[in-house]
């Protein structure tokens, strides 16, 4: 117990400037999350992560499920063994039937309930660390997909947290922790609510668990929000401005699409597009505050200050965190 109110001491830390989290729910969380281990082929030990999600079950990635044949659930020094799974291959997502694990389940929580600039925390065994670590991030974006919300955050995790958990401030499992892309330090997360499905599913009992995840697509069939991550990170603006227009046009109301694509004609130089661009994404979607941030520099640039001040009040109610970085910006500006 010392150990455990360390790490979660050491987390609050890391995370006071959360606008409100509730202690004992998210102490929950942390005890929700366990190892999923097992011996590939060549003796090596196999390691991944998992949330305890109701009686006996626990939610984990498929991928960490590949090359071992015999995978079990552990926690802290006890072993529990798996006696089935219900899996969802393309989306990443295995839930594990463990036989007299008795341990409390997590609340499942919503992605369609996240909002850009809202506090998260990922714990997971990053490194097969022995305790469950903890790291504040919050939301970058989400994106619409399968009636649910693939969660792109900051909140780092690494080998060894594949199918950890992603929580809200009140200790609600909102995501879990899955892939990080190719480019621009992204950190995706499966929606959590996918979870209610998979428990529809045929139960399996052969592993290892084999097939292809969405993340792992072809460039070409991948999600729009995938195909942009490569382009982006090469800053290669001519090929990401071909995607997004694409993006646009087969998904004309996703406030993503339009943000994204405004973005590229911003560093274009294009920033009367670039403004029409964000106005549409604000327009779909008022609290999208990455397009009212950028809409703001642009404003700023161009010295209209009163639109500029209209759109510091949106930010204020919205994201403070960003409503700072514009004013640093401003500053910055001011004093050269």
């Known amino acids: 117990m010392k150990i455990c109110k360390f790490y979660f001491l050491f987390f609050l830390i890391f995370t006071s400037q959360a606008p409100a989290f509730d202690q004992e729910k998210l102490m929950k969380a942390w005890t929700s999350v366990v190892m999923v281990r097992g011996y590939n082929d060549n003796g090596s030990l196999a390691y991944g992560s998992g949330v305890i999600v109701g009686e006996n079950e ?86 619409d997909i399968n009636d649910g919300r693939i969660i792109l955050s900051t909140a780092k995790f690494r080998l060894g947290a594949s199918g950890s958990g992603l929580f809200d401030m009140q200790g609600r499992l909102v995501g879990i922790n899955t892939f990080k892309t190719t480019g621009y330090g992204s950190y995706f997360s499966m929606p959590a609510e996918w979870i209610h499905r998979i428990r529809t599913l045929p139960a399996e009992k052969e592993f290892p668990i084999q097939g292809k ?10 999600p729009y929000f995938l195909k942009i991550a490569i382009p982006k990170n090469k800053e290669d603006w001519g090929t990401l401005e071909a995607i997004t227009k694409e993006w646009t046009e087969k998904e004309t109301n996703n406030t993503e699409a339009w943000y994204e694509h405004g973005l590229v004609h911003e560093k274009l130089n294009h920033n009367d597009l670039a403004k029409s661009y964000y106005k549409k994404a604000i327009e779909i979607d008022d609290h999208n505050t990455d397009a009212l941030f950028q809409m703001a520099v642009i404003e700023n640039h161009e010295g209209h200050t009163s639109i500029v001040d209209s759109l510091k009040i949106k930010l204020s109610e919205l994201n403070p965190a960003k409503l700072n970085e514009l004013n640093e910006i401003i500053k910055c500006k001011e004093a050269c």
């Not at 463990?98 to 809202?118: A, C, D, H, M, T």
């Not at 993340?215 to 070409?220: C, T």
């Open 58 to 143: 626990v939610i984990t990635n498929c991928h960490v499920l590949r090359k071992t044949k015999q995978p079990w659930v552990s926690q802290g020094d006890t072993s529990y063994s798996i006696t089935e799974v219900r899996a969802d291959r393309w989306q990443d997502l295995c839930l594990l039937t463990v036989f007299n694990l008795n341990r409390s389940p997590v609340v499942i929580g919503n992605s369609k309930e996240l909002v850009k600039g809202q506090e998260l925390v990922g714990i997971g065994h990053s490194h097969g660390a022995p305790v469950p670590l903890t790291t504040g991030g919050y939301v970058v974006s989400t994106y």
């Open 213 to 222: 995840a969405l993340w792992e697509e072809e460039e070409a069939t991948k």
